[in-house]
């Protein structure tokens, strides 16, 4: 009605008016609460600021906080986890305060915004960066076209590095997930007391460093000591006792032997992750089908190869392309035990060497260029085998 006079309602109350005096409401009658915005917006930027400052300050101003490492670390994890919830209570707080149909579709993409954010700073934009100074001289300050590929690709130590990396790339992964399936099948036939310990002894090198594994490898069981005296490596040991003479491993390049013993740690380190996710998978085949082939007369290998592995086919190529992976990245172990000597030099240590030791920028980054369009189609198919699993389920 004219003036602002209002109807009585049904009840015989009279019914709201829709002047100036009445709360603003979204189309789905949830108000907007614009107060509620506001403190979320800047108790994100609060929390953003003082998180940034306090790492920043870890890292510029070490001796403030009495130069302990251990004191920084045990800080830095107090702040990142306590920063990171209190800063997406603020950002849920902010959301909550806009219409409630506004709010329910931006949630999902506000809440995935920092992670994609992280990522877009800390993956794709160096990435970016990278591709570029391919094509920029030593110092990144001038163009060069093509000429640091050319000059990679003219270079011997590229392709003895390449040639290393598809060794390592045809070797680890696939003896690592046999030997791993090996455990995880094997460990399965026991009780479930019984099969702890050996799966927590083979899972235990998981712990130790690439640098750590490699130190203990080289110490104890590479070490090499001249002829007469006691020989402190396993390796050089056992061949002593045989009667032979003691070998500088490392140092032996006929047949890639010194890289097969550098893979030799690698396998060992990653067995046991094989062995937890492939374990996972064979105890998630249903029983009654394995049981089903044992009354049908079929022998335990028949069983493995023709009931078991093809409902864990799929945790085999996922473990199988992580550590493939893993092994296009490989190079603690290489830089630790020969530095590239003696013909081990692979595609990663060949960068660390051309930016660090050479200075030589541009070509290290037409290296990594390299590194990862030899990553891309393994990353590729790891994607669309994910996506035929889930649209097999």
Do not use: H
Not at 307 to 317: D, E, L, S, Y
Request: hydrophobic fraction near 55%; charged fraction near 10%; proline fraction near 5%.
């Amino acid at each position: 009605m004219a003036g602002g006079v209002t109807a009585p309602s049904r009840t015989g109350e009279p019914a709201p008016a829709s002047g100036a005096g009445s709360p603003a409401r979204s189309r789905s009658g949830s108000p907007a609460r614009p107060l509620r915005i506001l403190v979320g917006v800047v108790g994100l930027a609060v929390t953003a600021w003082v998180v940034c400052t306090v790492f920043l300050a870890f890292a510029w101003y070490p001796q403030a906080f009495g130069g302990s490492d251990i004191l920084i670390g045990l800080l830095g994890l107090v702040l990142g986890i306590g920063g990171a919830i209190v800063f997406f209570l603020f950002l849920n707080m902010a959301i909550e305060g806009l219409p409630s149909r506004l709010s329910g579709g931006v949630i999902p993409y506000a809440f995935l915004l920092p992670g994609l954010s992280l990522i877009g700073l800390m993956l794709i934009y160096p990435t970016a960066q990278t591709v570029i100074y391919s094509f920029a001289n030593d110092r990144s300050t001038q163009w060069v076209g093509f000429q640091n590929y050319q000059r990679i690709f003219a270079s011997g130590a590229f392709w003895q590095a390449l040639l290393n990396n598809v060794l390592w790339v045809l070797v680890v992964p696939a003896i690592t997930v046999a030997f791993g399936l090996a455990v995880a099948v094997l460990a399965d036939k026991l009780s479930a007391p019984g099969e702890k310990t050996p799966k927590a002894m083979i899972f235990l090198p998981m712990a130790i460093s690439f640098v750590g594994a490699s130190t203990i490898w080289g110490t104890l069981i590479y070490a090499y000591a001249r002829p007469g005296t006691a020989q402190t490596g396993l390796l050089n040991a056992v061949v002593v006792a045989l009667g032979g003479e003691p070998q500088t491993w490392l140092q032996i390049s006929d047949y890639r032997l010194n890289s097969l013993l550098m893979m030799v740690i690698l396998i060992w380190l990653q067995t046991g992750f094989a062995m937890v996710l492939l374990s996972s998978a064979i105890k998630a085949v249903p029983e009654d089908t394995v049981e089903a082939g044992r009354i049908d007369g079929a022998s335990e290998m028949r069983i493995f190869w023709q009931i078991i592995f093809p409902q864990v086919r799929g945790t085999v190529i996922a473990v199988f392309i992580t550590i493939l992976i893993v092994v296009l990245k490989v190079f603690d172990i290489v830089y630790v035990m020969t530095n590239g000597r003696n013909n081990t030099d692979v595609i990663a240590n060949l960068f660390f060497r051309k930016l660090f030791t050479e200075q030589k920028a541009g070509e290290a980054s037409a290296v990594v260029v390299v590194l990862l369009i030899l990553g891309m189609p393994v990353l590729i198919f790891q994607v669309i085998s994910f996506k035929r699993q889930e649209g097999g389920r």
